[in-house]
């Protein structure tokens, strides 16, 4: 398992923006399945994008498609999320989730295909 830290979290105005950095440190890889998922208070730990390390193949929940972008550094085992016209409803504690797998899919993903995980961030949107 890889270790992963995120950062970027905190308080935003609705329609506002926010980025999240999650990076890996330790022993890594060549290849992974990186993700995103958030929870709510009170509410089950719901995915929010996916990408592939090292490429360019994503998939973004409907929820947050056309808001929310996933990116990756190629030189490095890190993963970003981009998230515009923030809304109320996006507040939760993000998570940033590694698969050491090359067989990406364009799906859904549930927490259970994730073996690491970062501590969590915090993003409030708030007026």
């Known amino acids: 398992q890889v270790q992963l830290g995120e950062s970027g979290g905190g308080v935003a105005q609705p329609g506002g923006s926010l980025r999240l950095s999650c990076a890996a440190s330790?022993?890594?890889?060549?290849?992974?399945?990186m993700a995103w998922f958030r929870q709510a208070s009170g509410k089950e730990r719901e995915f929010v994008a996916a990408?592939?390390?090292?490429?360019?193949?994503?998939y973004v929940a409907r929820s947050v498609r056309g808001r929310f972008t996933i990116s990756t550094d190629n030189a490095k085992v890190a993963v970003y999320l981009q998230m515009n016209n923030l809304k109320p409803e996006d507040t939760a504690v993000y998570y940033c989730?590694?698969?050491?797998?090359?067989?990406?899919?364009?799906?859904?993903?549930?927490?259970?295909?994730?073996?690491?995980w970062g501590q969590g961030t915090q993003v409030t949107v708030s007026s």
């Open positions: 989730a590694a698969n050491p797998s090359q067989w990406f899919s364009q799906k859904v993903y549930s927490p259970d295909e994730f073996d690491s």
């Open positions: 990408s592939a390390w090292p490429a360019n193949s994503f």
């Open positions: 330790g022993r890594t890889g060549s290849g992974y399945i």
